[in-house]
């Protein structure tokens, strides 16, 4: 699979050979539907509670009396039929949200994303990005001479300069290949993968 070359004006000036294990698989909609819903799924927290019947603030007196209001018989407002009323199956604390992936599963799914994004030309290979300052305003004037406005950047090593230019620029993602996530590959409109980084891709996901 050939791959775009990126110079610093952001033109493609060459193409790169990259691992068709990674790059040149067919896209499997399902799979990376399933990948991408567990993902988010597994980073959920399990804060949100409600109350049931025993929790909620109410008294145990009878509402009304048993017979002749021509109403519904009650025994207390705590009923989960009541406005007020305890739930029935209330949100817990320690509700757990996670799903289980296989790795062959998690694989197979990131080089299908990849390989889409090749093929729609979202995706992108640099030389390298290096900076010799942590300032933001380099990196961005650099983004905006390649003109890219939403892209993520998937280096073989951010440096400490990196990381601090580009964590206040909105719409700018720079990682390691370990912590590259398919929710942000697809979010991104243009993914930035430097040559050093192809190797490491190769090696966990082909």
Known sequence: MQLELLNDQGQAASKFDAP????????????????????????????????DREQVRHSTKKPFKQKGTGRARAGMTSSPLWRGGGRIFPNMPDENFTQKINKKMYRAGMAS???????????????????????????????KAMNLQSVMVIAE????????????????????????????????????????????LKEMFA
């Open 113 to 143: 994303i990849f390989s889409q994004l090749a093929r729609e030309g979202r995706l992108a290979v640099v030389d390298s990005l290096k900076l010799e300052s942590p300032k933001t305003k380099v990196l961005a004037d650099k983004f």
């Open 157 to 200: 090593e951010v440096d400490e300069n990196l990381y601090l230019a580009s964590r206040n620029l909105v719409n700018v993602l720079v990682v390691e290949p370990r912590y590259a996530d398919p929710v942000s590959l697809v979010h991104y409109k243009k993914v930035i993968v430097t040559k050093g980084a192809i190797d490491k």
């Open 20 to 51: 068709e294990t990674v790059f040149g698989r067919e896209y499997n909609e399902d799979l990376v539907h399933q990948i991408v819903v567990a993902y988010r799924a597994n980073g959920r927290q399990g804060t949100r509670a409600q109350k």
